[in-house]
């Protein structure tokens, strides 16, 4: 069983910055892509970024691009993302996901374990 673990979250003015932790249990973290999807009050989860298994690909939703960064650290079993000039809109609570293959991908449906969520708030 794999367990994710968020953490990170809080309260921020637009423009700052906060960098999200996500730390994972068992020893399978290596061998699969990871993904963080935010969901706001009333809305769908949505993608805004994934690594591949390795960190060496990356990919990103259009509304953060150049705002956010995924990376991840194998031998701690953790994934990072550092989210920079805040806007209010990123409210949300942030889950961290387990991808089903190695290389990173949008769908939802490629992800098979999912943290708790921390929650982000982005005040204007």
């Known amino acids: 069983q794999v367990q994710l673990v968020e953490s990170g979250g809080g309260l921020v003015q637009a423009g700052g910055s906060l960098r999200l932790s996500c730390a994972a249990s068992?020893?399978?973290?290596?061998?699969?892509?990871m993904g963080w999807f935010p969901q706001a009050p009333g809305h769908a989860r949505e993608f805004v970024a994934a690594i591949s298994y390795r960190g060496g690909s990356r990919i990103y939703s259009e509304s953060v691009k150049g705002r956010f960064s995924i990376s991840r650290d194998n031998a701690k079993n953790t994934v990072y993302l550092q989210m920079g000039s805040l806007k209010a809109e990123d409210t949300a609570v942030y889950y961290c996901?387990?991808?089903?293959?190695?290389?990173?991908?949008?769908?939802?449906?490629?992800?098979?374990?999912w943290g708790q969520g921390t929650q982000v708030t982005v005040s204007s």
């Open positions: 068992g020893r399978t973290f290596s061998s699969f892509a």
């Open positions: 996901a387990r991808g089903t293959l190695v290389v990173p991908t949008m769908a939802e449906n490629e992800y098979d374990y």
